[in-house]
Nanobody, 117 residues
Framework: VQLVESGGGLVQPGGSLRLSCVAS????????????MRWYRQAPGQEREWVAT????????SYADPVKGRFTVSRDNAKNTMYLQMTSLRSEDTAVYYC???????WGRGTQVTVSS
């Protein structure tokens, strides 16, 4: 299974971005919709931190306190894609954002988000 993130970029404080994570390469009867998916981020010089989790059917979500109320995680199982809608972005949101499939411990390569004026 491979995960590919996209949608990162440079945005001003207060702006918005939507990240995508596309999954591919499922074999052996496993499918995208079978497991939870997560977003993490890693800022320069800091440890990778959990951002959000989306349940297998997309109906249950959870968020880290720093992003609660500003970020929304969702998924489209028909498209094998998970999203992270980020609003009211702050400089402290600057990081590389990764998607993660915990069932197989698979990570994407990340997409850079920079919040700066």
């Amino acid at each position: 299974v491979q995960l590919v993130e996209s949608g990162g970029g440079l945005v001003q404080p207060g702006g918005s971005l939507r990240l995508s994570c596309v999954a591919s390469g499922f074999t052996g009867g496993f499918t995208f919709m079978m497991y939870n998916m997560r977003w993490y981020r890693q800022a320069p010089g800091q440890e990778r931190e959990w951002v959000a989790t989306c349940s297998a059917n997309g109906q249950t979500t959870s968020y880290a306190d720093p992003v609660k109320g500003r970020f929304t995680v969702s998924r489209d199982n028909a498209k094998n894609t998970m999203y992270l809608q980020m609003t009211s972005l702050r400089s402290e949101d600057t990081a590389v954002y990764y998607c993660h499939r915990p069932a197989e411990n698979i990570w994407g390569r990340g997409t850079q988000v920079t919040v700066s004026s």
